[in-house]
């Protein structure tokens, strides 16, 4: 299974963007970049995904480096109800997803 | 539309006792995984399921066991309950096990073993 790594915690403020990176230098040509996050209690909730070219949705943006051994989730305005823990998961065959232990995004208002 | 349902969302076993979790997919999902997330830690892939077949299994032993439901729905059941199960279990659907494809889990089972 292809690891991703990501910071243990960030810190952003309230009302400004948030870039979240994340590295998979060992990223298959046929794996999705997933990004979920989580708050404590609760499942996972989906935030976005993307194979090779940038992506956008309501909630965040994924921006996919050229070679894809590198990806950042960009929140464009940070509240209080985006502080979680953030994953990066690669998904390959089958759609299974190998969470690692994401990074703890810190919103100050 | 009904997102990812689980049940029960809290139950307590005993040490040795079985215990069975169920699961109903997103509406127009057919495929089911389930994972395991211990306290402070991310979680565990422990099987998908997909046309009522064990399509892909994590690293968890033989007491982990599963079944799929013609109409999609999922359980879960863990044999000889050991105190290193307590944890949430989360369950997770999807349309098709494909790679593209957005994955939607539940809120969770909280099981405690004592």
């Known amino acids: 299974d292809a690891k991703t790594t990501q910071p243990n915690s960030m810190e952003s403020n309230e009302e400004e963007p948030v870039h979240l990176p994340c590295n998979h230098s060992?990223?298959?040509?046929?794996?999705?970049i997933h990004w979920y996050r989580q708050l404590p209690s609760q499942g996972p909730e989906y935030v976005i995904h993307?194979?090779?070219s940038n992506v956008n949705n309501r909630m965040a943006s994924l921006a996919i480096a050229e070679d894809r051994k590198s990806s950042t989730l960009i929140l464009h305005r940070a509240t209080l109800r985006d502080a979680a823990v953030y994953y990066c998961i690669l998904a390959g065959y089958g759609n299974k997803l190998v969470f690692g232990a994401g990074t703890i995004l810190r919103v100050k208002s | 539309d009904a997102g990812v349902t689980q049940s029960p969302t809290h139950l307590i076993k005993t040490r040795g006792q079985q215990v069975t979790l169920r699961c109903s997919p997103k509406?127009?999902?057919?495929?089911v995984s389930w994972y395991q997330q211990a306290l402070g830690q991310g979680p565990q892939f422990i099987f998908q399921y997909y046309e009522e077949e064990e399509r892909q299994r994590g690293n968890f032993p033989d007491r982990f066991s599963g079944h799929q439901f013609p109409n999609y729905s999922s359980e879960l059941n863990v044999n000889a309950l050991l105190l290193g199960d307590s944890a949430l279990y989360l369950c997770?659907?999807?349309?098709?096990?494909?790679?593209?494809?957005?994955?939607?889990f539940g809120e969770g089972s909280w099981l405690t073993v004592v």
């Open positions: 993307g194979l090779t």
């Open positions: 060992t990223i298959s040509g046929t794996d999705y």
């Open positions: 997770a659907s999807s349309l098709l096990p494909s790679s593209g494809n957005t994955i939607y």
């Open positions: 509406s127009g999902h057919d495929t």
